[in-house]
T-cell receptor, first 109, second 110 residues
């Protein structure tokens, strides 16, 4: 099935530092979604990207879809303690969803 | 309020004792899924359903069954649970754009 590699697996940052997680695929993707899962919670949809080179912003979060549509990134500027959680990318291939393994973000106050 | 509900939230059972985890959504979505989440492996799709009476295997269907008799409900059935099915399970309901997840069911099989 579809493989989506996500790095890093863990990231510890000081509050105020930036954070980036990356998703990579060996095949061209039609779309990519990003989710956030707070500790003890369920995944919550953040955004979907569909266009080559697309960049979308949500406050301090910036999402990018690569020009070749094989990679994507989520960048958080000036992290806050409320950003703590695991961030997942997900792709829909055919009728199936495939998730990356997630990046767990710890923010040190 | 748009939501996906799952029951039970926590379950401890023994090997071989059949169990069902219920899932219900109130958003009239056609697409529904079941996932399991294990440390280091992310979320893996077990089964999905495109509509009533239409179900398909995901990446890890072995040991699981599902049914979709009504649009709103999508139960997950473990006919003979084994310890390797100890996991956190999520039901999800989807539009073409995003998935809405239930609160999760933590299952322990001893």
């Amino acid at each position: 099935g579809q493989q989506v590699m996500q790095i890093p697996q863990y990231q510890h940052v000081q509050e105020g530092e930036d954070f980036t997680t990356y998703c990579n695929s060996s095949t061209t993707l039609s779309n990519i979604q990003w989710y956030k899962q707070r500790p003890g919670g369920h995944p919550v949809f953040l955004i979907q990207l569909v266009k080559s080179g697309e960049v979308k912003k949500q406050k301090r979060l910036t999402f990018q879809f690569g020009e070749a549509k094989k990679n994507s990134s989520l960048h958080i500027t000036a992290t806050q303690t409320t950003d703590v959680g695991t961030y997942f990318c997900a792709v829909l291939t055919g009728n199936q969803f495939y998730f990356g393994t997630g990046t767990s973000l710890t923010v040190i106050p | 309020e748009a939501q996906v509900t799952q029951n039970p939230r926590y379950l401890i059972t023994v090997t071989g004792k059949k169990l069902t985890v219920t899932c219900s959504q109130n958003m009239n979505h056609e697409y529904m899924s079941w996932y399991r989440q294990d440390p280091g492996l992310g979320l893996r799709q077990i089964y999905y359903s495109m509509n009533v009476e239409v179900t398909d295997k995901g990446d890890v269907p072995e040991g699981y069954k599902v049914s979709r008799k009504e649009k709103r409900n999508f139960p997950l059935i473990l006919e003979s649970p084994s310890p390797n099915q100890t996991s956190l399970y999520f039901c999800a309901s989807s539009t073409a754009r995003e998935q809405y997840f239930g609160p999760g069911t933590r299952l322990t099989v001893t």
